[in-house]
């Protein structure tokens, strides 16, 4: 979702402070949320700033570390066909110096396309028919 633009953000300002209108009024003129203007006003309050915040999401992964991961889970599971993901986060940490989550290593065991293949603790139960 993209951020409100600073223009509006303006015309809200002023409808408030210049307009002397209720917040009920500035949201209803301007098609917003209540609690989206009383963020505003605090926001300006507390800090001084009415420009939106800066987006600060995790940053993706290059793809030079995204193949060096995916070669990296292809070799440990060639060496280790039964490993379990809890396994081969601790083992990709411990090459990359990272800490991986769980997730971010099953996503890259689906991009090598290698299923992890668990031995069986017993053998196959076989029913014979004579």
Not at 51 to 66: C, I, L, M, V
Request: aromatic share 4%; with cysteine.
């Amino acid at each position: 979702m993209d951020a409100i633009s600073q223009d509006l953000r303006d015309r809200v300002l002023q409808a408030y402070d210049v307009d002397k209108q209720s917040r009920k009024q500035v949201c209803q003129r301007f098609k917003v949320s209540y609690s989206w203007v009383g963020k505003l006003l605090q926001r300006r309050r507390e800090t001084g700033s009415t420009s939106a915040k800066p987006h600060t999401g995790n940053k993706p992964s290059s793809d030079a570390e995204r193949q060096q991961r995916e070669a990296t889970v292809t070799t440990l599971i060639d060496q280790q066909p039964d490993a379990t993901l809890g396994e081969l986060r601790e083992r990709l940490s411990d090459e990359q110096a990272t800490d991986l989550s769980r997730s971010t290593v099953s996503r890259a065991v689906q991009q090598v396309d290698r299923p992890l293949k668990k031995s069986r603790c017993t053998p196959t139960s076989v029913t014979r028919r004579g």
